[in-house]
Nanobody
Framework: QVQVVESGGGLVQAGGSLRLSCTASGLTFANYAMGWFRQAPGKEREGVSCINWRGASTYYSDSNKGRFTISRDNAKNTLYLQMNSLKPEDTAMYYC???????????????????WGQGTQVTVSS
């Protein structure tokens, strides 16, 4: 049984930082590209970032480029998202997901991701 669990969300002031983590079990983690999505109330889910199976290639949405860094540790079956210079518009539920292949294709399409976590809430106050 595959389980994907996010952690690290919370309340932070604008300009602050958070580091999200995502641990996956029940699958061969290194075989999957991994992505982060987010969904704010009343808005569609949007792709935030993606990293291929080795971590050699990473992708970011334009609004996050230069502020967010995605990384992974295949030995620990863990995905990370370091978020710096946070803005109130970054407020959303953040989801980790495993792609049905080992490389990313941008833009991210949620339907191409096989396994999802329950999400972790990020709230940025102004």
């Amino acid at each position: 049984q595959v389980q994907v669990v996010e952690s690290g969300g919370g309340l932070v002031q604008a300009g602050g930082s958070l580091r999200l983590s995502c641990t996956a079990s029940g699958l061969t983690f290194a075989n999957y590209a991994m992505g982060w999505f987010r969904q704010a109330p009343g808005k569609e889910r949007e792709g935030v970032s993606c990293i291929n199976w080795r971590g050699a290639s990473t992708y970011y949405s334009d609004s996050n480029k230069g502020r967010f860094t995605i990384s992974r540790d295949n030995a620990k079956n863990t995905l990370y998202l370091q978020m710096n210079s946070l803005k109130p518009e970054d407020t959303a539920m953040y989801y980790c997901a495993a792609l049905t292949r080992d490389y990313c294709h941008w833009p991210l399409v949620a339907a191409n991701f096989a396994y999802w976590g329950q999400g972790t809430q990020v709230t940025v106050s102004s």
